[in-house]
């Protein structure tokens, strides 16, 4: 008799395991589509379940799962500010972004779908879960800055419009056609968080202080060396207006 070839061993999987297979194959489906386009008989496919399996994790359907698969997904973006309070405050942005711009890289259209909005699924529930995101990020890039009162108006008022500056940026450059490559718009969203910075210390005396404390760290070859380098010949003209 021919032998015949192993069978895998079936394990069933805890309940948690399941929701998290279903939520993965959601999200791998609103990475290359809109949520309005995504059905439960695609995320059934995708997971290779029943489509009633799928309903007995999320009895509320699609709408439940959107909800909990974008839940998913904004506590990832939220860890991609996550980082030690150490070394240079450009190296530590510059890491972030690094993770941060992964994600919008591998969701590609769900990173639209998800955070642009206008999708026929949105509530203010998934608005909500989204804007946590902002402040959540924006949280994290308050703590690097290491202010010895808590922040006030115009820091965080920076922050937040820097983080708001990413998202666009971000949404943008899945428009261009991923151009320019993420290196180069990391480097260029660093610089901008920089700019915003020294421009608000001009009008307000804690981030002055904050910046101050923060350039001992920072190295001539670094992002606000490279930044100064380029900077000071576009403005060497401008003696008149001192």
């Known amino acids: 008799m021919t032998p015949q070839a192993p069978t895998r061993a079936y394990r069933r999987l805890s309940v948690e395991e399941r929701r998290s297979q279903l939520l993965d194959a959601a999200l791998s489906l609103f990475a290359v589509r809109a949520p309005e386009d995504v059905s439960l008989d695609d995320v059934a496919e995708a997971a290779g379940v029943s489509r009633p399996l799928v309903y007995r994790y999320f009895p509320g359907g699609k709408q439940q799962l959107y909800e909990a698969a974008l839940r998913s997904a904004a506590e990832e973006l939220e860890l991609c500010f996550a980082e ?20 919008v890289d591998q969701h590609d259209a769900g990173f639209s779908a998800l955070l642009q909005g206008g999708s026929v699924v949105e509530t203010s529930r998934t608005t909500a879960i989204v804007d946590g995101v902002r402040r959540a990020a924006a949280e994290h890039i308050l ?3 290491g202010t010895q009162e808590p922040p006030g108006d115009r820091l965080r008022l920076t922050v937040r419009m ?4 990413v998202e666009a940026a971000s949404l943008i450059w899945l428009d261009e056609e991923k151009e320019p490559p993420l290196d180069e718009l990391r480097d260029w969203l660093v610089e901008q968080f920089v700019a915003c910075l020294v421009a608000t210390a001009a009008r307000d005396e804690q981030t002055a202080a904050t910046v101050r404390a923060a350039l001992p760290l920072e ?24």
Request: net charge positive; no cysteine; hydrophobic share 45%.
């Open 219 to 242: 190295s001539a070859d670094g992002p606000m060396g490279s930044l100064a380098r380029r900077v000071l010949p576009v403005v060497s003209d401008a003696a008149h207006l001192l």
């Open 84 to 103: 030690p309070p150490d070394g240079p405050l450009t190296r530590r942005l510059s890491n972030a972004l690094d993770r941060y711009l992964a994600f």
């Open 162 to 165: 820097w983080i708001t500056a």
């Open 143 to 145: 703590s690097h800055l």
